[in-house]
C-alpha cells in the first residue's frame, strides 16, 4: 500500500494505492497527522509521496519527513522527458498530471488540462517527451476576479449552461466566463489540430466533467489523473 498526497490551492487530496490500483482517496482542509491517520485507518503503507502547488510550512515538512515522504521537485526522478526550459519552477502538479496521462495513453500525443483554481494546459508527445504549455486563470478565479475588480459586479458561480448572449448581468458573467474559457480550450486544439490531428484530450481538476458538457469533441475526464501520475512516479524511485 502506498499513501499519495496532493497539496493544492485549495485542497489536500490523499489516496491509498494498491500496485495500480486506487483504494481509497479523500479531499481535505489542510494536511496533519491526525487526518493522515484517520484516512489511513488500520491500512499501513510502505512508502509515500508528496506533490505541492505552494510552498510548505514547517509543520509540514517535519510530518513529511517523520513518514518518510518523498516531495516531488525539480530533482526527482520521472518516467518521461522534458523539453521544458525551466523544470525549476515547473508546477509539480502539471509534472505528476503529465505522467499520468502518458500511463493512460502509452504511445500517444496528449493534451493534459488541468481545471482547477488555474486551467494549465499541458503537452506530452507519443515519446513521451513534456514540451509545456499554458496557464490561464480557473473558471471561479474568473469569477472571483470580476467581483474583486470592480465595484458593482456581483459573484456569481458556474452553471450548467450559458446563454450565448446574456441578457441581464449575471447572465452575462456566465456567458463571458464559461463561453470564453471553453473558447479558449476549442481555439488551442483546433490550432494544434493544423500541425498534427492524432492526439488525446484528457481532463483533470475539480472541473473537469464541466468541459466534458461543454466541449462538443471527445475527451477523457479522470478527476484522480495527478493521483496517479503521482503513484507512478512513486513506483519510478522504488
Not at 489516496?15 to 489542510?30: C, H, T, V, Y
Amino acid at each position: 500500500m502506498k499513501l499519495i498526497i496532493d497539496i493544492g490551492n485549495t485542497k489536500v487530496k490523499l489516496a491509498l494505492f494498491l500496485d495500480k490500483e486506487l483504494i481509497r482517496q479523500e479531499a481535505i482542509e489542510k494536511i496533519s497527522k491526525e487526518e493522515i491517520n484517520n484516512f489511513c485507518s488500520n491500512e499501513s503503507y510502505v512508502s509515500s509521496i508528496v506533490s505541492s502547488v505552494r510552498d510548505l510550512s514547517k509543520y509540514e515538512i517535519e510530518l513529511l519527513s517523520d513518514i518518510g515522504a518523498i516531495i516531488l521537485n525539480k530533482d526527482t526522478p520521472i518516467p518521461i522527458s522534458s523539453n521544458y526550459l525551466s523544470m525549476q519552477t515547473l508546477g509539480s502538479d502539471r509534472i505528476a498530471g503529465v505522467v499520468g496521462a502518458t500511463m493512460r495513453f502509452p504511445k500517444k500525443n496528449i493534451w493534459v488540462f488541468d481545471a482547477g483554481t488555474c486551467l494549465t494546459m499541458d503537452f506530452v508527445d507519443e515519446h513521451k517527451i513534456y514540451h509545456g504549455g499554458r496557464i490561464s486563470p480557473g473558471i471561479n478565479m474568473r469569477f472571483t476576479a470580476l467581483n474583486k475588480f470592480t465595484d458593482k459586479l456581483p459573484l456569481v458561480q458556474i452553471e450548467d449552461k450559458a446563454k450565448f448572449i446574456g441578457n441581464d448581468t449575471n447572465s452575462s458573467i456566465i456567458s463571458g466566463v464559461q463561453n470564453g474559457i471553453v473558447d479558449e480550450v476549442n481555439t488551442l486544439l483546433s490550432e494544434y489540430t493544423k500541425q498534427n490531428n492524432d492526439f488525446v484530450v484528457i481532463f483533470t481538476g475539480g472541473d473537469c466533467f464541466f468541459f466534458e458538457k461543454a466541449l462538443k469533441i471527445s475527451i477523457f475526464a479522470d478527476p484522480f489523473l495527478v493521483l496517479r501520475g503521482l503513484n507512478e512516479i512513486l513506483d519510478f524511485n522504488e
